[in-house]
């Protein structure tokens, strides 16, 4: 069975709206977990790195405003998506590593937002 | 993270195995080689990972050359349910907050 579970699997969203996509380690606590965006056909990128009790790590080109990560618990990391456009419609995913050293990474479902 | 380098894509008919080659010649002594599948519209699947050794488990085998500077993912009677987007990745295993840093991986097509 899973061990990263993502809510929701898919979402559809205004424009100018805001939205929140959680990521949960099931049965493990994590103290990192990583967000990525997936465009259809082409491969994952990274976005950040979310750290339990400390500010999110962002890749270079990632708008740490326009995508808000919080990362409150041991196993529950959330990325809200602000004021949404079409642009930012895409497949969101997020892992988190397992273990005292981390050595394997598992991924969510994914969540699929749509911006109309 | 060194960089790997896959071909883009590869068929296989159901039942023989299927030979994933990975590139990663700039690797270094800290890192680890990972693979993962992605079927499509879901999460990457972990497979397997090594850092020198061979690895096998339930899903596939993991070959690694001496000098480290590549590797073959070997699933051994493919089937159809196997088709899917292979990723080999290299990451530094210095901790829990290194990342896994995606190419653009093998597309495996398994046929009849």
């Known amino acids: 069975g899973a061990v990263v579970s993502q809510h929701p699997s898919w979402v559809i969203c205004k424009s100018g709206t805001s939205v929140k996509i959680e990521c949960r380690s099931l049965?493990?606590?994590?103290?990192?977990m990583f967000w990525y965006r997936q465009f259809p056909k082409q491969s994952l990128m990274l976005m950040a790195t979310?750290?339990?009790?400390?500010?999110?790590?962002?890749e270079q080109g990632v708008e740490k405003d326009k995508f808000l990560i919080n990362h409150a618990s041991l196993t529950l990391s959330t990325l809200t998506v602000t004021s949404a456009h079409p642009e930012d419609s895409s497949f969101y995913i997020c892992s988190a590593p397992q273990g005292a050293r981390g050595n394997t990474i598992y991924f969510g479902e994914g969540s699929w937002l749509t911006v109309v | 993270d060194a960089k790997t380098t896959q071909p883009p894509s590869m068929d296989c008919a159901e039942g023989r195995a299927a030979n994933l080659p990975c590139n990663h010649s700039t690797i270094s002594g800290n890192e680890y080689v990972y693979w993962y599948r992605q079927i499509h519209s879901q999460g990457p699947q972990y497979i397997i990972h090594g850092l020198k050794n061979n690895e096998t488990n339930e899903m596939a085998s993991l070959i690694i050359t001496e000098d480290r500077k590549s590797s073959t993912l070997i699933l051994p009677h493919a089937t159809l349910r196997d088709t899917a987007v292979y990723y080999c990745i290299v990451r530094d295993r210095t901790g829990t907050a290194s990342k896994l840093t995606f190419g653009t991986g093998t597309r495996l097509q398994v046929t009849l």
């Open positions: 049965d493990f606590q994590a103290t990192t």
């Open positions: 979310s750290n339990e009790g400390s500010k999110a790590t962002y």
